[in-house]
Nanobody
Framework: QVQLVESGGGLVQPGGSLRLSCTASGSFFRINVMAWYRQAPGKERELVAAAGRSGTPNYADSVKGRFTISRDNVNHLVYLQMNSLKPEDTAVYYC????????????????WGKGTLVTVSS
C-alpha cells in the first residue's frame, strides 16, 4: 500500500537548521493527510505538523514559527523545514500518511516510516 522513507536527520547545533524529507511509494495514487511526528527519549510520540493536500497546515505550539511542512503531491514527497532548532527538538522524527486511495478502494489507515534521528547539541 504505502512505504515511507525519511531522510535528512543528523546532528545540528542550537539555532541551526535542518530539512527532513519523506518519500512515499506503493500501490496508491493519492494520499489524504501527511504529517511529521517525533518521539524524544522517555516521551510519547507527538504530532509536529500535519498537512492535507491543500489548505493551511497544523503545527504543534512548540514549533510554530520555526518549522514548516510542505508537500509535493505530484512526486509524493513531504518536507519538514526546521529552523532555530533547540535542544528540546532532539527526537526521532517519523513520517506519517493517513488515508490513501488505491485503484478501487480507499484505505482510512495510518502508515509510518522508520524514522530519522535529529540531534540538537553543541
Amino acid at each position: 500500500q504505502v512505504q515511507l522513507v525519511e531522510s535528512g536527520g543528523g546532528l545540528v547545533q542550537p539555532g541551526g537548521s535542518l530539512r527532513l524529507s519523506c518519500t512515499a511509494s506503493g500501490s496508491f495514487f493519492r494520499i489524504n493527510v501527511m504529517a511529521w511526528y517525533r518521539q524524544a527519549p522517555g516521551k510519547e510520540r507527538e504530532l509536529v505538523a500535519a498537512a492535507g493536500r491543500s489548505g493551511t497546515p497544523n503545527y504543534a505550539d512548540s514549533v510554530k514559527g520555526r518549522f514548516t511542512i510542505s508537500r509535493d503531491n505530484v512526486n509524493h514527497l513531504v518536507y519538514l523545514q526546521m529552523n532555530s532548532l533547540k535542544p528540546e527538538d532532539t527526537a526521532v522524527y517519523y513520517c506519517n500518511a493517513a488515508g490513501i486511495w488505491e485503484i478501487s478502494a480507499y484505505y482510512g489507515l495510518d502508515y509510518w516510516g522508520k524514522g530519522t534521528l535529529v540531534t540538537v547539541s553543541s
